[in-house]
């Protein structure tokens, strides 16, 4: 199956509403350092489309009956690859014809090119954006665009009127906690929520970590690894700092008018339902 159940397993952390997820390719070219998937899914840089995709997508979009589908959890749904092979854009013209509510999550400025399409369609686009700074934007997302180019293809999709909002995520202390600036940017384009969620670690994603950012990781080592607390197969910083740094982001957010939530954080902050899929319009 392509589309799937997001969250199939009901962790207590997850606060997203029922939804289905779908994930055009499988792995992602844009080298986050940070990156949670290359745990989990083989071969993750090596970036590739799913099997039969439009087919297989045809067949299971003919039987959607108003369901959230949201692209995608996995693996970005416009890495480098796509602006040749153009497969998002034609999963999301089959599921333009099909039943459903769309929420795109991307670090990519490619989406501007199916604004189109997405005009078509109930949905919200989901950008995530770290920093206004584009050479540790560079650092922490080697090969994804930099923040200037997304913060532009913010200000696109909302010129045209597509539900807007951003993720700040993760949130890592010493490298990219200062977020007033980014928030305020945020605002002033017309983003309407801000998710976020503080860097959970895993051995590779660490390993990663600690090669480009060596001073810091010095300073988190004892943070996360004699401070920290052990959430699934994940380290997470001490939940006092989490809260610290999460109440903060959700301070900022109300204050220019935007709705806050975190992701899997455990925390009770949540002033909009967490992914933002609030915001997408319903079928009339």
Known sequence: ML????????????????????????GCDHGCI?????????????CRPKKNLLTRLKREAAKLRG??????????????????????RKCLEILAESRCRLQIVTK??????DIDVLQ??????????????????????????????RLKAIKKL????????????????????????????????????VTSSTYKVKP?????????FPEEAEKLKSLYFSEGERVGRSTYLPKKLRFSLMKK?????????????????????NSGVCDGSWIIPKHT
């Open 158 to 193: 909302v010129k045209a009127g597509i539900a807007t909002t951003v993720r700040i995520d993760p949130v890592i202390p010493f490298v990219n906690d200062e977020v007033g600036t980014l928030v305020e940017a945020v605002a002033e384009l017309g983003v309407l929520h």
């Open 3 to 26: 589309l799937t159940v997001f969250d199939p397993w009901k962790s207590q952390l997850c606060t997203c509403p029922d939804k289905l997820t779908f994930n055009p390719y499988t």
């Open 120 to 149: 078509n369609v109930p949905c919200a686009v989901s950008v995530t954006v770290l920093t206004t700074d584009d050479s540790l934007s560079a650092k922490l997302e080697p090969r994804a665009p930099v923040s200037s180019r």
């Open 108 to 113: 990519s400025d490619l989406i501007t090119r």
């Open 67 to 88: 369901e959230l589908v949201s692209i995608s959890n996995s693996s970005d749904p416009y890495p480098r690859l796509e602006q040749n092979q153009g497969l998002t």
């Open 204 to 212: 590779d994603n660490w390993k990663r970590f600690m090669a480009m």
């Open 34 to 46: 940070y990156c949670y998937a290359s745990s989990y899914i083989p071969r993750f840089s090596d």
């Open 249 to 269: 982001m959700k301070e900022l957010t109300e204050e220019h008018n935007m709705k806050f939530g975190c992701c899997r954080e455990g925390l009770n902050l």
